[in-house]
């Protein structure tokens, strides 16, 4: 059985989900991504000292931690995981179902949010409830059939119950709007605070990471001790924070628990570095930039984070920390590995029924992921000086320029579905014919 | 030359470590990853290819098929050809595009 290089990817591809599912999560990240920002523009001469309550910045905020954050973290997790776990996805439809019950909820949450809606608030959050419990489920059954990989599995399996603690406080949280709250409303806001960015999205990006970062640099896997020894201290770190959330245990408790946070990540750096200066591929590019900035602000978010707890008399420093590990961490790591992932993905199936397979750098325009660099970098440089002078002016900048940089990550993810499409260029025919 | 006829594929869970058994057989350079826990069986067969300088093809030993791999394979001009295989195994010959031209 002999078959060229596009052919033989052809045949790869079936075990794979439609390419219709990654990109339809990608695509939908992409698209709020760009909504996010226009979303802020409204309130944004407000947003430096925001610290809740509903209205515009709300829904922008819920848009990049719902809509792009959580929304490409399930189109990779859906793709990627059975390919690690040796285990394919049990219900081929659940995840074409689960996008369409959750893209329109997320929209609604945000619509909810920013007009002040609380029934279609509550009615979009039910709807993404329900969503990420099916989600949570496809992906628990995957892991239970898990070969090996006991670091990534473990990392999964606590962000998946994290995601229940996110989940259950975002509903009592929703239901506060409508006077029937499940919890009490700071418990339910610390709770969620910890849970969702650092619990459900931190362990799944540092869960995930093991496999990505190693693959794309071309290195050899983290040590999986030291791998499971940084999960453990996140665990306590969570557990701690938790307890303190609910009154168990004093305090003090919370700055306790960032310390544990802190040896988990400085755990998990090492391992990346290694990952890093170990690999192949040195040339890892704008993408990487990204990431190592994410890497950064990520223990930036920590620092801010014990000030809070601390007490530090700052203005705004609430509001910090929110754009530290959302946009400053979590947004720009995913954007810097969406930017890999969605041409490598592209050029797998791409190639069914096509030949020869275009390559990853074949489906990638540069320009736009300058554009979207400089734009993501600047709007989060603005913003952070926004929160730090109050400065109404530079918060309304920063949203103009991040909206600019989501456009051009959109042109970007447009060309990587244009370019799956097309013909190969002749350079590429020609090997074509070689082969 | 010619190593061992075939390389012990180690325990199913990925337990074997990161070290892929190679030999040189007059097919080419054969290199067994089964065992080996992602990604180590990609690195180490772009390893191996990355050090061959003439027409010689790699013959990669896997128990799976290697999806991650073929992008990887485009990008530096090789294409993979899969060969007959006892069950349970995926046998794949990599050569470089440029090398049969």
Not at chain 1, 69 to 79: I, R, T
Not at chain 1, 82 to 111: N, S
Not at chain 2, 48 to 57: S, W
Request: hydrophobic content about 60%; some cysteine.
């Amino acid at each position: 059985m002999k078959l060229a290089a596009g052919a033989f990817l052809a045949g790869a591809t079936s075990r794979l989900l439609p390419a219709s599912i990654p990109f339809r999560y990608f695509g939908a990240a992409v698209a709020y991504h760009l909504l996010a920002w226009i979303a802020l523009l409204p309130d944004a001469g407000a947003s430096p000292r925001f610290t809740g309550g509903l209205g515009w910045r709300l829904a922008a905020l819920h848009l990049v931690t719902l809509g792009v954050l959580v929304m490409s973290a399930m189109g990779a997790s859906l793709q990627l995981l059975p390919i690690a776990t040796r285990q394919p996805v049990r219900f081929k439809r659940a995840p074409a179902a689960i996008w369409w019950l959750y893209t329109p909820g997320v929209g609604a949450v945000a619509l909810g949010m920013g007009t002040g809606a609380a029934l279609l608030l509550v009615a979009g959050a039910t709807a993404v409830a329900v969503a990420l419990l099916a989600y949570a489920a496809l992906i628990a059954r995957n892991l239970l059939g898990a070969k090996g990989m006991p670091a990534v599995t473990a990392h999964c399996w606590v962000a998946l119950a994290s995601l229940l603690v996110t989940l259950v406080t975002a509903l009592s949280l929703a239901c506060t709007y409508l006077g029937a709250p499940l919890l009490e409303r700071g418990t339910a806001l610390a709770l969620h605070v910890a849970f969702a960015p650092y619990g459900f999205m931190g362990m799944l990006v540092l869960g995930l990471s093991y496999i990505l970062i190693p693959m794309f640099a071309l290195s050899a896997g983290p040590d999986v001790r030291n791998a499971l020894l940084s999960c453990a201290f996140a665990v306590a770190a969570l557990l701690l924070a938790a307890a303190a959330a609910l009154g168990v245990v004093p305090p003090l408790a919370r700055s306790i628990a960032i310390a544990l946070a802190g040896v988990a990540v400085a755990l998990h750096l090492l391992l990346m570095r290694t990952a890093l200066r170990t690999g192949m591929r040195r040339g890892l590019g704008r993408s990487f930039r990204l990431v190592r900035m994410a890497w950064a602000l990520l223990v930036a978010s920590l620092i801010v984070a014990l000030g809070v707890a601390l007490g530090a008399p700052m203005g705004g420093i609430a509001t910090l920390f929110g754009l530290l590990v959302i946009v400053g961490w979590l947004l720009s790591f995913l954007l810097g590995i969406l930017q890999r992932i969605v041409p490598f993905l592209g050029a797998m199936h791409a190639a069914r029924g096509r030949k020869p397979a275009p390559t990853p750098s074949a489906l990638t325009a540069a320009r736009p992921l300058a554009v979207h660099f400089w734009c993501h970098v600047a709007a989060l440089a603005l913003l952070a000086l926004a929160i730090l002078t109050d400065g109404a002016r530079l918060a309304v900048a920063a949203a103009l320029v991040g909206a600019t940089g989501a456009a051009a990550f959109g042109v970007f993810f447009a060309g990587v579905i244009r370019r799956m499409r097309r013909p190969p260029p002749p350079s590429q025919a020609r090997v074509a014919q070689i082969a | 030359m010619s190593g061992p006829a075939k390389a012990d594929p180690g325990p199913a869970d990925g337990s074997r470590g990161a070290q892929a058994a190679r030999w040189v057989d007059a097919d080419g350079v054969h290199i067994d990853v089964r065992g080996l826990a992602a990604p180590a069986p990609l690195v180490a067969i772009l390893a191996l290819v990355a050090t061959i300088r003439d027409a010689t093809a790699v013959i990669v030993h896997h128990e799976r098929d290697p999806k991650m791999l073929y992008p990887e394979l485009a990008e530096i001009g090789w294409k993979a050809e899969r060969i007959d295989a006892p069950p349970g195994e995926v046998r794949l010959k990599l050569t470089a595009v440029a090398a049969e031209s």
